[in-house]
């Protein structure tokens, strides 16, 4: 094969492979696309990419993005029935919920940061830049079922025992 060609189907499958999010599988990415979440993480989680290795560490953080709050209440209150009604409304960008120790359960060990440890949320994953989240919050508000929705910046952290 001649090496001009071999160069164009290896840039091709790269481009592909970042087109599709693959490309994006450094650890700390975010996984927004509610059908294609990262591995490792319950269905009311923003999931992210872990890190591979095996360095000891008191938790692991996903990159900044901004979040839309639909809503927030006390404490392990938002039910799963709860996001996945909304989860309906926006297909396209993933709804998650705060559960950090709720139930219970002691592994259920996914926490956000720039939010209340004494409150839960409703959120909904608005992308990396402002622009993008202005937009996903004019989005929301559209729906007239989210009054006071706000934006946050924020990470996904998973804390380990």
Same mark, same amino acid.
């Given at each position: 094969?001649?090496?001009?060609?071999?160069?164009?189907? $290896? /840039?091709? #499958?790269?481009?592909?492979?970042?087109?599709?999010?693959?490309?994006?599988? +450094?650890? =700390?990415?975010? *996984?927004?696309?509610?059908?294609?979440?990262?591995?490792?993480?319950?269905?009311?989680?923003?999931?992210?990419?872990?890190?591979?290795?095996? $360095? /000891?560490? #008191?938790?692991?953080?996903?990159?900044?993005?901004?979040?839309?709050?639909? +809503?927030? =209440?006390?404490? *392990?209150?938002?039910?799963e029935e709860q996001r996945r009604a909304a989860q309906l409304l926006f297909p396209?960008?993933?709804?998650?919920?705060q559960r950090f120790e709720c139930d219970g359960d002691v592994e259920n060990n996914?926490?956000?940061?720039?939010?209340?440890?004494?409150?839960?949320?409703?959120?909904?994953?608005?992308?990396?830049?402002?622009?993008?989240?202005?937009?996903?919050?004019?989005?929301?508000?559209?729906?007239?079922?989210?009054?006071?929705?706000?934006?946050?910046?924020?990470?996904?952290?998973?804390?380990?025992?």
């Open positions: 094969m001649k090496p001009i060609r071999v160069l164009t189907i $290896a /840039a091709s #499958a790269l481009l592909l492979a970042t087109a599709r999010g693959d490309g994006a599988q +450094r650890p =700390g990415a975010v *996984c927004p696309d509610p059908a294609r979440p990262c591995p490792g993480f319950r269905p009311h989680d923003l999931s992210f990419v872990l890190p591979r290795d095996a $360095a /000891a560490r #008191a938790d692991d953080r996903s990159e900044p993005f901004f979040a839309v709050i639909l +809503r927030s =209440g006390p404490r *392990c209150s938002i039910a396209r960008n993933k709804v998650f919920s996914i926490t956000y940061t720039s939010v209340s440890a004494s409150a839960a949320f409703l959120a909904l994953h608005a992308g990396s830049t402002r622009a993008a989240a202005d937009a996903a919050l004019a989005r929301v508000r559209a729906t007239r079922r989210f009054p006071g929705a706000n934006l946050r910046r924020m990470q996904v952290v998973r804390v380990h025992p």
